[in-house]
């Protein structure tokens, strides 16, 4: 009767997903107390201009063009973190993903396709967890 039968296995890998959401949840809500969106930033960086190109503002006393440097939008954070964890553990990858994504949407960061990179990794990690968990 020594080592581990079918049930005993299948109860510590609960408890080690249950426990990963616990850890994934506290990390969310710390992160997520010190992301707090800076005060002026707008919505739509340059909005109709391509990112990254300088913008005309005005002439120098002697006729030369004078521009201003481009604002590049800031990478979200937990966009990076999905890809990170999405490679590593799949269902915090999915967590930080879909916030990733929602905080993208609202502020204008840069860092959608980090975040669905994270969301697709981790989703296969889950559907590989469970045909194994299954078979």
């Avoid at 990390?27 to 707090?36: D, E, M």
């Avoid at 939008?73 to 916030?99: D, E, K, M, R, S």
């Avoid at 990179?117 to 194994?132: A, D, E």
């Amino acid at each position: 009767m020594g080592g581990l039968q079918g049930w005993h296995i299948l109860i510590l890998g609960v408890i080690a997903l249950v426990a990963i959401m616990v850890v994934g949840l506290v990390l969310v809500i710390v992160l997520k107390s010190s992301n707090r969106p800076r005060a002026g930033v707008a919505a739509n960086f340059n909005a109709g201009q391509p990112q990254g190109v300088p913008t005309q503002i005005g002439y120098t006393m002697n006729g030369q063009p004078m521009y201003q440097q481009p604002v590049l939008p800031q990478t979200n954070l937990f966009a990076i973190l999905a890809l990170v964890l999405g490679i590593f553990t799949g269902i915090l990858g999915i967590i930080f993903g879909h916030i990733a994504r929602s905080q993208i949407r609202q502020t204008g960061e840069g860092g959608a396709g980090l975040a669905l990179s994270g969301l697709i990794i981790g989703y296969v990690w889950v559907g590989l967890f469970l045909l194994r968990m299954i078979f």
